[in-house]
């Protein structure tokens, strides 16, 4: 199976989400922008939600921007949807690695179209362990299947493989079998320490030839891209930006029912996803008004698009801050993704200065909710800060 090249070298990649596929559709013809293109080079989608996004496939696949993402790693999981048509028992290791040749050619079936051929991987909570040698078997078998070289695909937490021993293992495994790109799951990133070491081992891997697509992020990707990283991918509006596997077994188990998100919109300067009421009484701050303008084809009065359509405006500017980054030499993306950061650092502090001086300023409450958006961005740019500053990895 041939791999396709994508046409931009370093491409804005979008994670379409379970109930996103009409809005991304909409965005992909131009319906808000009067059929203007609106700029998205790869979508992401996980292969199990295809049938129920037909349409999304088919235009995607059409244009070249399809990438399906086979979600092996969740199929150790009871009652996951990911897991094959008729089954909703868990895998276990054992059967996932003897059945691998089998799993690797229906893979490559659903991928017939994409254009990253993906090996399929095991959640890996210990490099040493079966999860880690039956995702090194799966990577085999895809290559020997499909006669080329895919993309290697490592899923794990933070634990597990930000390390820089976990590195020096994922380096020296995929460059024996002269395997070049990756597509890096790694989460929950919980702490600074996470934050840094997970920076840490993209800059590593990078550095050894590496291109690395990280999966599930939000502003943390920007610094991910500063340190080497070739892409990395998110949802719309603050959706599909974190990957917790025990969170999902907890959900699954019926022990995590999550609570559907107030609506939001894009607050660029802020790098944040945030609930529209909100949005609007910054809209109407005079310290930090101009801040929010925008000239894209998103925003007919150069500020109204954020609220009156949030997923084209989401995409119109999250791609440009992307594309600020991997649009000038590496040796520059660090300055860029630093003067991203330290703009929501700008307007974060005018927001809280202005509560007594501004009878439009948030109430408590609201500024609360906008600190707990705020604060992942505020955390990126602290971790990478550090990562620059030191080469020495956190210590566990």
């Not at 609930?275 to 801040?291: G, W």
Request: net charge neutral.
């Amino acid at each position: 199976m041939a791999i396709l090249q994508l046409r931009p070298a370093t491409p804005f990649v979008l994670r379409v989400g379970y109930n996103d596929h009409k809005s991304v559709l909409d965005v992909l013809r131009g319906k808000e922008t009067d059929g203007a293109r609106v700029p998205v080079d790869v979508l992401v989608m996980e292969a199990h939600w295809a049938q129920r996004h037909r349409e999304l496939v088919k235009e995607a696949a059409v244009g070249r921007q399809l990438v399906l993402d086979c979600r092996v790693d969740l199929w150790t999981l009871d009652g996951a949807s990911a897991l094959p048509p008729g089954r909703t028992n868990a895998y276990t290791i054992d059967e996932i690695h003897r059945d691998a040749k089998d799993i690797v050619r229906d893979v490559l079936a659903v991928q017939d179209h994409a254009v990253w051929t993906i090996a399929p991987a095991c959640h890996v909570d210990d490099v040493s362990g079966p999860a880690w040698n039956t995702t090194l078997r799966l990577l085999d078998e895809t290559i020997d299947q499909s006669g080329s070289l895919p993309w290697a695909k490592i899923v794990g937490t933070p634990a597990a493989l930000a390390t820089r021993e976990s590195a020096d293992r994922i380096r020296d495994e995929l460059l024996a079998r002269a395997v070049e790109h990756l597509v890096l799951t790694i989460g929950p990133i919980q702490s600074d320490r996470d934050g840094e070491n997970v920076l840490h081992v993209v800059r590593a891997l990078s550095a050894a030839g590496l291109r690395i697509h990280l999966t599930h992020q939000g502003a943390f990707g920007l610094a991910a891209l500063a340190v080497g990283a070739q892409s990395f991918d998110g949802g719309l509006l603050g959706r599909v930006e974190s990957f917790d596997y025990e969170q999902q077994r907890q959900r699954l188990s019926g022990n995590n029912v999550a609570r559907a998100p107030k609506p939001r919109g894009y607050a660029a300067p802020l790098l944040s996803s945030i609930p529209k009421d909100i949005l609007v009484k910054l809209f109407q701050l005079k310290a930090v008004r101009a801040a929010f303008e925008c000239d894209g084809p998103c925003c007919h009065t150069r500020i109204d698009g954020a609220a009156l359509h949030p997923v084209t405006h989401f995409v119109v500017r999250r791609n440009a801050q992307v594309r600020q980054v991997l649009d000038v030499p590496l040796e520059m993306r660090l300055g860029q993704v630093q003067t991203l950061y330290d703009q929501t650092e700008t307007i974060y502090t005018a927001i809280r200065g202005v509560r007594r001086g501004d009878r439009n300023a948030l109430e408590g409450t609201e500024l609360e909710a906008l600190s707990r958006q705020v604060a992942p961005v505020i955390a990126a740019r602290r971790q990478l800060r550090k990562v620059v500053e030191s080469a020495r990895w956190a210590a566990s």
